[in-house]
């Protein structure tokens, strides 16, 4: 394989204990090639600095970045993505682990489907005190073979992108507070790249372990829906009238029949936690002043 060179970027905010986990995963598979791990701290308010700059410190292979002028997971990538001249840009979250073999075996399928934008396959992996909300998060999994199929895109945990994908259609849409996956993915197949699923290439997410974490993050899935909406009209939808629910996997019969009953009734919920954050992002859009008018960034700027 000829090793092209590439970018790992990781976004994170106040998450000490996961971005360790991720740095201590990658950098053994960068030894000897051009590639280079960069994490970038969204303005955190702990030790997360810290924790980075002490990896970054003794291995030159691994640079800190800052974001401190937008709170956006997507401002964070970008800063990555425009502090780099890599050929291949890489996306995974801090809290992640990969196999020994991940960077290699993904970039040998990235070339030899000669794609331009690629998800990998996505495990969750479970605690071992496994909670009722643990094993919801672990049965509906990450679908990305599906979000791929059915909704052009797979998740900034995951990605694989050729920099002259983002020299075309842009960097992420800063603005979401969640969706800018999807947006972006649509984008880039909107522009006819080649987009593609590596089933045998598997990187390991850990799940969410209570229905705090759960809530927090259908709040926030659903303000990106209703910010998808208000910044992509002709794409996604006229504000005020929340998209149909999409991609939640029904309970499967060969569960406990009580994980069953218990799924059936947290689908029901965090759907309805989903329509409280696009409400409420709704009534924040209406009521503010400023709409909030500014553009994607171009890879330039």
């Given at each position: 394989m000829s090793f092209q060179s590439i970018s790992i970027i990781v976004p994170v905010y106040n998450d000490p204990e996961g971005v360790e986990t991720t740095i201590r995963s990658i950098p053994p598979q960068l030894k000897d090639t051009p590639a280079q791990l960069i994490v970038v701290d969204n303005d955190s308010t702990d030790r997360t600095t810290d924790?980075?700059?002490?990896?970054?410190?003794d291995d030159d292979q691994i640079t800190l970045l800052h974001e401190t002028d937008i709170q956006s997971s997507y401002a964070a990538r970008n800063t990555g993505i425009q502090n780099t001249d890599s050929e291949i840009?890489?996306?995974?979250?801090?809290?992640?682990?990969?196999?020994?073999?991940?960077?290699?075996?993904?970039?040998n399928e990235f070339q030899s489907s000669n794609a331009d934008y690629m998800g990998?396959?996505?495990?969750?992996?479970?605690?071992?005190?496994?909670?009722?909300?643990?094993?919801?998060?672990?049965?509906?999994?990450?679908?990305?073979e599906q979000y791929l199929k059915h909704q052009q895109f797979a998740p900034t945990c995951c990605l694989f992108v050729r920099r002259e994908v983002f020299e075309d259609v842009g960097l992420f849409d800063h603005r979401l507070t969640s969706g800018g996956d999807k947006e972006f993915g649509n984008r880039v197949h909107q522009a006819?790249?080649?987009?593609?699923?590596?089933?045998?290439?598997?990187?390991?997410?850990?799940?969410?372990?209570?229905?705090?974490a759960h809530l927090k993050k259908d709040l926030r899935v659903g303000r990106g829906l209703c910010q998808l909406q208000h910044y992509h009209?002709?794409?996604?939808?006229?504000?005020?009238?929340?998209?149909?629910?999409?991609?939640?996997?029904?309970?499967?019969?060969?569960?406990?029949?009580g994980d069953r009953a218990a799924f059936t009734v947290f689908s029901g919920f965090f759907t309805g936690v989903r329509g409280i954050g696009y409400y409420?992002?709704?009534?924040?859009?209406?009521?503010?002043?400023?709409?909030?008018?500014?553009?994607?960034?171009?890879?330039?700027?």
């Amino acid at each position: 394989m000829s090793f092209q060179s590439i970018s790992i970027i990781v976004p994170v905010y106040n998450d000490p204990e996961g971005v360790e986990t991720t740095i201590r995963s990658i950098p053994p598979q960068l030894k000897d090639t051009p590639a280079q791990l960069i994490v970038v701290d969204n303005d955190s308010t702990d030790r997360t600095t810290d924790v980075v700059r002490s990896y970054a410190d003794d291995d030159d292979q691994i640079t800190l970045l800052h974001e401190t002028d937008i709170q956006s997971s997507y401002a964070a990538r970008n800063t990555g993505i425009q502090n780099t001249d890599s050929e291949i840009l890489a996306f995974v979250d801090a809290d992640m682990t990969v196999p020994e073999d991940w960077l290699e075996s993904a970039l040998n399928e990235f070339q030899s489907s000669n794609a331009d934008y690629m998800g990998c396959n996505v495990d969750l992996t479970l605690p071992e005190d496994t909670t009722l909300a643990a094993r919801y998060d672990y049965h509906t999994g990450f679908p990305i073979e599906q979000y791929l199929k059915h909704q052009q895109f797979a998740p900034t945990c995951c990605l694989f992108v050729r920099r002259e994908v983002f020299e075309d259609v842009g960097l992420f849409d800063h603005r979401l507070t969640s969706g800018g996956d999807k947006e972006f993915g649509n984008r880039v197949h909107q522009a006819g790249y080649d987009m593609h699923f590596a089933e045998n290439v598997t990187m390991y997410h850990p799940t969410r372990n209570s229905l705090r974490a759960h809530l927090k993050k259908d709040l926030r899935v659903g303000r990106g829906l209703c910010q998808l909406q208000h910044y992509h009209p002709n794409r996604y939808g006229t504000p005020g009238v929340p998209p149909r629910p999409s991609g939640i996997k029904q309970p499967d019969r060969e569960l406990p029949l009580g994980d069953r009953a218990a799924f059936t009734v947290f689908s029901g919920f965090f759907t309805g936690v989903r329509g409280i954050g696009y409400y409420t992002e709704w009534l924040r859009n209406n009521q503010s002043a400023e709409a909030h008018h500014t553009e994607i960034p171009s890879l330039e700027e």
